[in-house]
C-alpha cells in the first residue's frame, strides 16, 4: 500500500482530473484512511477550517479528535458506518482551528476497491449562516405562538364578560366559550410541532375529552395519523360540536352513555372516522340546522373534500366522516435521510 502521508500517495489512481474537481469545490474535502486518520484535506477545506499548517500539525490525526466533545460520538458513529459501506450524513458543531464557531453538515462515504473500503471520503459543507438564520426564524415563531396564545386567551376573556353584562344566556356563552378552547387546544397541539401537523389522536381527546364525566365515557382507536394546520382546526371544531351535542343531548348525559371514535384508511386511501354513540336517551333529530350542525355537515366536508353523513338513530348518533388521505396534508412523524 502506498504511504498514506504523502498527497500523492492519497490520490493515486485517481488522475488529475479528479484532483481539479476536489480543489476546485467550494466545501471541505477529506480523504480518511481505514483507520480513521485524515490524510487529506483540500485548499478550499483548509481555508474554511482556517488550518495553517495540515502538514505539520493535522494530517494523520484521527478524525473524531479533530471535533468538539459534544460531537465526537456524531463523528464516530458515521466513520463507522461508512468503514462498514455505507454512506451516511450528519450535522454537527466544530470551532474552526482559529476557534470561529461553525455548523458544518457533512457527508461520509466508502472508498471501495475489489469490494473493500480502503478510505472514506467526508464532504463538510459550513451550514453555520443556515443555523443561524434558522434559531432566528424559531425564535420569531415561539414569540408568535405565545402572542396568539394570549390573544386567543384575552378574546375568551372579553368574550364572556361581554355575553354576560349583555344578558346573553349562559348555554350562548358557554357555546362560544367552547369553540374558542376548542380552536385554543388544536393551536397548542399545533405549536408543539412547529405548526406542521397535529396528531389526530391529541385532536379528538382534546376536543372530546373535556365533556366526559369519567374516562370510561370515550373510547379512541385507531393509527394515529398527523393532520396539516388548516383540517386540523375545523376537526377540531368539528369533534368539538358532536362532543357538545352528546352532552347535552346524548351518550354524554348519561352516567352509562359511550361514545366510540374509530378511523382507518380503505383501500382507496380514504380515511373513514366513525363516532357512535350509545347508552344515552333516544335521540330524536333537530328540528332546526344550529352552527354546530352547519361545522360539521358542511365546513367539514368541505374543508376535507369528502363527506359527512349523520344518522340520527334511536340508541345513539352516528356521524360517518370520509376524506382523501391527500386532504389532510398528512406528513411522517419520522422523516428518515436518504
Known amino acids: 500500500m502506498a504511504d498514506e502521508g504523502s498527497d500523492k500517495a492519497v490520490l493515486e489512481g ?4 479528479f484532483l481539479s474537481i476536489v480543489e476546485a469545490s467550494q466545501d471541505c474535502i477529506r480523504v480518511i484512511s481505514a483507520a480513521g486518520h485524515v490524510e487529506y484535506i483540500n485548499a478550499q477545506g483548509q481555508s474554511l477550517l482556517e488550518i ?26 458515521a466513520l463507522r458506518a461508512a468503514l462498514s459501506g455505507n454512506a451516511v450524513a450528519f450535522r454537527a458543531f466544530c470551532p474552526t482551528a482559529r476557534g470561529a464557531p461553525r455548523w458544518w453538515e457533512t457527508t ?21 449562516g443556515e443555523r443561524t438564520a434558522e434559531a432566528h426564524r424559531q425564535l420569531l415563531v415561539n414569540e408568535l405562538n405565545h402572542r396568539v396564545k394570549n390573544t386567543l386567551a384575552t378574546i375568551q ?6 355575553l354576560r353584562n349583555a344578558g346573553v344566556e349562559p348555554s350562548v356563552r358557554d357555546a362560544l366559550e367552547g369553540r374558542l378552547m376548542a380552536i385554543a387546544a388544536t393551536h397548542n397541539v399545533l405549536t408543539d410541532q412547529n405548526w406542521s401537523a397535529a396528531s389526530l ?19 379512541i382507536t385507531g393509527k394515529d395519523l398527523q393532520v396539516s394546520p388548516k383540517p386540523a382546526v375545523v376537526m377540531a371544531l368539528a369533534f368539538h360540536e358532536l362532543a357538545i351535542n352528546a352532552l347535552k343531548y346524548g351518550a354524554l348525559s348519561a352516567p352509562d352513555g359511550h361514545v366510540d371514535v374509530h378511523w382507518s384508511i380503505d383501500p382507496d386511501d380514504q380515511l373513514v372516522i366513525e363516532w357512535a354513540e350509545r347508552g344515552g336517551p333516544t335521540v330524536r333529530p333537530p328540528e332546526r340546522r344550529g352552527f354546530g350542525t352547519r361545522i360539521v355537515q358542511t365546513a367539514l366536508p368541505n374543508e376535507l373534500g369528502g363527506a359527512v353523513a349523520v344518522d340520527y338513530r334511536s340508541e345513539g348518533l352516528r356521524c360517518s366522516i370520509r376524506s382523501p388521505l391527500a386532504a389532510l396534508d398528512k406528513v411522517d412523524a419520522f422523516m428518515p435521510l436518504g
Open 201 to 219: 389522536r391529541q385532536i379528538v381527546d382534546g376536543s372530546v375529552a373535556p365533556y366526559s364525566t369519567h374516562p370510561r365515557q370515550l373510547t
Open 157 to 162: 376573556s372579553i368574550a364572556n364578560q361581554s
Open 14 to 17: 485517481a488522475g488529475a482530473y
Open 108 to 128: 461520509v462515504s466508502p472508498i471501495l476497491e475489489n469490494g473493500r473500503v480502503i478510505r472514506v471520503l467526508a464532504t463538510s459543507r459550513d451550514v453555520s
Open 52 to 77: 495553517d499548517d495540515f502538514d505539520g500539525r493535522n494530517r494523520l490525526r484521527y478524525w473524531p479528535d479533530m471535533w468538539p466533545s459534544e460531537s465526537r460520538e456524531t463523528v464516530e458513529q
